[in-house]
């Protein structure tokens, strides 16, 4: 579905993301783990138009995604939760959510229903004013505004950064939800253990690169990621 190729990323000149490559299935968790600084943002940045890739190429359904804004990269069916939620506290929750419908010319109530019954806080707090509700409630309606979307891809960046571990917890949990019913998610998470183990298969970046890849099984039974962070 998606493939990344040979991706560089620079910030005036220096490399934030070099030569990296990965690929994601229909139907696939892929994670792209790594410390503070590794490139993680940035990829995922690149594949949805806010910035522009300086070498490479990103190819969605077999199409170039390159040069693309983001709004024209919504219709072809991504969606973004970028890091820090960025939801509109001045709006109801409601309000939110009808935003991750803009553009679709096919929503129904059933839509919303879909995503409520996933979100059960979010029911609940419908009509709430979105700048009050707690970290982990403003997760879950980022989250659930870009299913809105209904993505063929949902991209995820650090969708646990800033969270205490139970409302961590509540996340993945909704992160394995997701998995069960077969939606297709790329995943930058600076957790390295949760996310490798939600996920079908990994990619650990560092420094811009990628340091390994493989499956949840072969991640966790071969990779030492103190030394793969850290490079020592």
């Known amino acids: 579905m998606l493939r990344i190729d040979a991706l560089c990323v620079r910030y005036r000149g220096v490399p934030a993301v070099r030569d990296v490559s990965l690929t994601v299935e229909r139907g696939e968790i892929v994670a792209v783990v790594g410390p503070n600084g590794a490139g993680k943002t940035s990829t995922l940045n ?17 199409k170039s995604l390159l040069g693309l804004p983001p709004e024209q990269i919504v219709r072809r069916g991504l969606a973004l939760v970028p890091e820090g939620r960025h939801i509109f506290g001045s709006l109801t929750v409601a309000e939110n959510l009808k935003l991750g419908t803009v553009a679709r010319r096919d929503v129904t109530q059933a839509d919303f229903d879909e995503v409520l019954d996933r979100f059960d ?5 419908f009509d709430a004013r979105a700048g009050n509700l707690s970290g982990g409630e403003q997760q879950q309606l980022a989250i659930a505004r870009a299913l809105l979307s209904k993505p063929q891809l949902l991209l995820l960046d650090e969708p646990s950064l800033g969270l205490a571990p139970l409302v961590v917890d509540r996340v993945f949990d909704v992160l394995y939800g997701l998995r ?12 390295a253990s949760r996310a490798v183990a939600l996920a079908d298969r990994s990619y650990v970046l560092r420094t811009g690169n990628v340091a390994a890849s493989g499956s949840r099984d072969e991640l966790l039974a071969t990779v030492d990621f103190a030394e793969t962070y850290l490079g020592a």
């Open 46 to 62: 690149a594949v949805f138009g806010l910035v522009r890739a300086s070498d490479g190429s990103i190819e969605f359904e077999g």
């Open 121 to 125: 806080d979010l029911r609940r707090l």
């Open 180 to 191: 069960d019913r077969g939606v297709t998610v790329l995943l930058v998470e600076q957790n």
